[in-house]
């Protein structure tokens, strides 16, 4: 099965509600990343948390990571109609010095005015 | 500051035609990498660079090819293109093979 999975799937909150998507990945990581997407659009990079954090702030994003659990979660607070887009996690894979991102499927978050 | 160029940002191919895409990555950036991007799908890795050396490669068909030159940049060439081709290409660069992925805005090809 695929490594970053997120859940859930969808979310449709109210404006001003807090927003939280999950990540689960398989294998050990050395960082785990966070992209928004609007449709059709490029990746935005948000965050990056290191395998030796637990927890990450970034304006209105916390991102917490728990090793042991091989899980990520993402919270956007006071959330906005702007944040209405797809929210990705990405975990990295170094095979003999080459890093690639394994990408999740990736959470649509809905923001109602 | 510079960003990762890809161009062109769009592409109406027909079946069978082929195509290059290019990507510029940003000043210094050594390490490229390509990623494919169904209708909504995830991102799924492709192939990277370092150095002007292949050294990863993911689930990129037999009739993709890629190189990256002596000034970085990098060209994806896809030939005798399928309507399952049709997706946004993304390329983005980092500074060393471990370093942080920067991406660019991507390249739309649309295979009728």
């Known amino acids: 099965s695929q490594q970053g999975e997120e859940d859930p799937q969808a979310l449709s909150i109210q404006e001003g509600e807090n927003a939280t998507m999950n990540c689960s990945y398989k294998t050990s990581i050395n960082n785990l990343q966070w992209y928004r997407q609007n449709s059709g659009r490029g990746l935005v990079h948000l965050i990056l948390?290191?395998?030796?954090?637990r927890e990450k702030h970034s304006g209105r994003l916390r991102v917490t990571l728990d090793t042991s659990k091989k899980s990520s979660s993402l919270l956007i607070t006071a959330s906005r109609a702007a944040d209405t887009a797809s929210y990705f996690c990405a975990t990295d894979h170094i095979i003999q010095g080459a890093q690639k991102l394994v990408f999740g499927q990736g959470t649509r978050l809905t923001i109602n005015p | 500051a510079a960003g990762v160029i890809q161009s062109p940002r769009h592409l109406i191919k027909e079946k069978r035609e082929t195509a290059t895409l290019k990507c510029y990555p940003i000043?210094?950036?050594?390490?490229v990498y390509w990623y494919q991007q169904g209708p909504g799908q995830d991102p799924q890795f492709l192939i990277s660079?370092?150095?002007?050396?292949?050294?990863d490669k993911g689930s990129i068909p037999d009739r993709f090819s890629a190189q990256q030159f002596s000034d970085y940049h990098s060209e994806l060439n896809m030939s005798s293109l399928e309507l399952g081709d049709s997706a946004l290409y993304f390329c983005a660069s980092s500074l060393a093979p471990v370093d942080e992925q920067y991406f660019g805005p991507g390249t739309r090809l649309t295979v009728t």
């Open positions: 948390i290191r395998s030796n954090e």
């Open positions: 660079f370092y150095e002007k050396m292949q050294s």
């Open positions: 000043p210094r950036h050594d390490t």
